[in-house]
């Protein structure tokens, strides 16, 4: 059985950092696409960074490039997600998603991954 179990989320003030944590179990990080997304209160869920199965590259929305970094620990099985320079837009609740060989195409939507988390709060006030 698959689970991604996310945390790290809080509240903090603009401008503070956090790092957000995806443990998975039943599927090893470094053989699926592992991707962060968030979503406001009454918004669709959008894209924040991946890192994929091949050759771990990685990818950013807008709106995070040079702010937050995606990164992998194959031994811990974790991917996380630091994000500093925090600003009242980024409050969301952050899932992170697998996807069994994700193409690149499919990196930035909902839909190119297979398993979810439950999602972790971050609530950054001004």
């Known amino acids: 059985q698959v689970q991604l179990v996310e945390s790290g989320g809080g509240l903090v003030q603009a401008g503070d950092s956090l790092r957000l944590s995806c443990a998975a179990s039943?599927?090893?990080?470094?053989?699926?696409?592992i991707g962060w997304f968030h979503q406001a209160p009454g918004k669709e869920r959008e894209f924040v960074a991946a890192v994929t199965w091949m050759g771990a590259r990685t990818y950013y929305a807008d709106s995070v490039k040079g702010r937050f970094t995606i990164s992998r620990d194959n031994a811990k099985n974790t991917v996380y997600l630091k994000m500093n320079s925090l600003k009242p837009e980024d409050t969301a609740v952050y899932f992170c998603?697998?996807?069994?060989?994700?193409?690149?195409?499919?990196?930035?939507?909902?839909?190119?991954?297979?398993?979810w988390g439950q999602g972790t709060q971050v609530s950054v006030s001004s």
């Open positions: 039943g599927l090893t990080v470094s053989s699926y696409t």
């Open positions: 998603a697998a996807g069994d060989r994700t193409t690149p195409q499919r990196v930035g939507g909902p839909l190119g991954y297979d398993y």
